[in-house]
């Protein structure tokens, strides 16, 4: 699913959204608690794109309306959105964001869903390139998909209220809610 682009060429994605683009002034942005975004281009295209899947998933075991949303169906539909926007395989490259544990009752789905992310890559021989999974704290992402800069900003606190609002004081860095990748 292709959301529409905005006048000012931003565009915001949802769980269960990808996007591509050979924009260069087209900017994605998504916010992710123990979701994953793949943010994924070809340089020398000059195509890139995103997407934002809640589960890592299982597509012979999933529900019609679970799909769309789980991991292996968008990393599917982007690598192939990528493909038929001009770019190659074998020049593809990777920045995974989220995988935050947002909720310590129920399992790490988080984790899950950043090493099912990496798996992919792996299996696909798509380079890896950085990036930021993990953590108590969701991320707003922005990208751009033609460059591959990405912009990170820490949100202030977890979902859930059995986790901490904010870590001591002495493990924090004055500049570790953002975090910017070229």
Same mark, same amino acid.
């Given at each position: 699913?292709?959301?529409?682009?905005?006048?000012?060429?931003?565009?915001?994605?949802?769980?269960?959204?990808?996007?591509?683009? =050979?924009?260069?002034?087209?900017?994605?942005?998504t916010?992710?608690?123990?979701?994953?975004?793949?943010?994924?281009?070809?340089?020398?295209?000059?195509?890139?794109?995103?997407?934002?899947?809640?589960?890592?998933?299982?597509?012979?075991? =999933?529900?019609?309306?679970?799909?769309?949303?789980?991991g292996? /169906?968008?990393?599917?539909?982007?690598?192939?959105?990528?493909?038929?926007?001009?770019?190659?395989?074998?020049?593809?490259?990777?920045?995974?964001?989220?995988? =935050?544990?947002?909720?310590?009752? /129920?399992?790490?789905?988080?984790?899950?869903?950043?090493?099912?992310?990496?798996?992919?890559?792996?299996?696909?021989?798509?380079?890896? =390139?950085g990036?930021?999974?993990g953590?108590?704290?969701?991320?707003?992402?922005?990208?751009?998909?033609?460059?591959?800069?990405?912009?990170?900003?820490?949100?202030?606190?977890?979902?859930?209220?059995?986790?901490?609002?904010?870590?001591?004081?002495?493990?924090?860095?004055?500049?570790?809610?953002?975090?910017?990748?070229?």
């Amino acid at each position: 699913m292709n959301p529409a682009l905005s006048a000012d060429k931003r565009v915001h994605i949802i769980q269960g959204e990808f996007f591509v683009s =050979a924009d260069r002034d087209v900017m994605v942005t998504t916010i992710l608690g123990s979701c994953v975004a793949a943010c994924i281009r070809d340089p020398l295209a000059g195509v890139g794109g995103i997407n934002h899947f809640l589960l890592p998933g299982n597509l012979s075991t =999933a529900r019609n309306d679970e799909a769309e949303r789980m991991g292996v /169906h968008l990393m599917e539909l982007l690598v192939n959105g990528l493909l038929k926007a001009g770019a190659r395989r074998d020049r593809l490259e990777a920045k995974l964001f989220g995988g =935050a544990r947002t909720m310590r009752a /129920h399992s790490d789905i988080g984790k899950k869903n950043a090493d099912f992310a990496q798996r992919f890559l792996q299996a696909e021989g798509i380079s890896y =390139a950085g990036g930021s999974t993990g953590g108590l704290q969701g991320r707003r992402i922005q990208y751009w998909p033609v460059s591959g800069r990405a912009r990170q900003i820490m949100l202030t606190g977890p979902t859930d209220t059995e986790l901490p609002a904010r870590l001591p004081a002495e493990s924090v860095d004055s500049n570790a809610g953002e975090l910017e990748l070229f």
